[in-house]
């Protein structure tokens, strides 16, 4: 079992940044992939960032590419997510999440791949 509690949301103009933290206690995090996921309200849950076991694959949807960077420190059990060039369009509630298969090959990109979700922090970008 993994539980994960995201921070550093918040409210921030266009153009600005943040950067999102996720702290990992129990389970196997440094065997497993993490991803970030964000909600907008009355939209579907979508895949943002993902990064392997290892930190040296990382995987971006189209939306975000250039803009955001995942990395993760194994020894601290933390994965971050530092956004920049921030829109109205990112504002949602993101969340972070595990894969409880260890040790994968490729870098998943979808709900139903990951197992163990944060509570999520919301991030508002105002124009």
């Known amino acids: 079992q993994v539980q994960l509690v995201e921070s550093g949301g918040g409210l921030v103009q266009a153009g600005g940044s943040l950067r999102l933290s996720c702290a990992a206690s129990?389970?196997?995090?440094?065997?497993?992939?993490m991803g970030w996921f964000r909600q907008a309200p009355g939209k579907e849950r979508e895949f943002v960032a993902a990064?392997?076991?290892?930190?040296?694959?990382?995987r971006y949807a189209g939306s975000v590419k250039g803009r955001f960077t995942i990395s993760r420190d194994n020894a601290k059990k933390t994965v971050y997510l530092q956004m920049n060039s921030l829109t109205p369009e990112d504002t949602a509630v993101y969340y972070c999440?595990?894969?409880?298969?260890?040790?994968?090959?490729?870098?998943?990109?979808?709900?139903?791949?990951?197992?163990?979700w944060g509570q999520g922090t919301q991030v508002t970008v105002s124009s």
């Open positions: 999440a595990a894969d409880r298969r260890l040790l994968r090959a490729v870098v998943v990109a979808t709900v139903s791949d990951y197992d163990y």
């Open positions: 990064v392997a076991w290892s930190g040296s694959t990382t």
């Open positions: 129990g389970g196997t995090f440094s065997r497993s992939t």
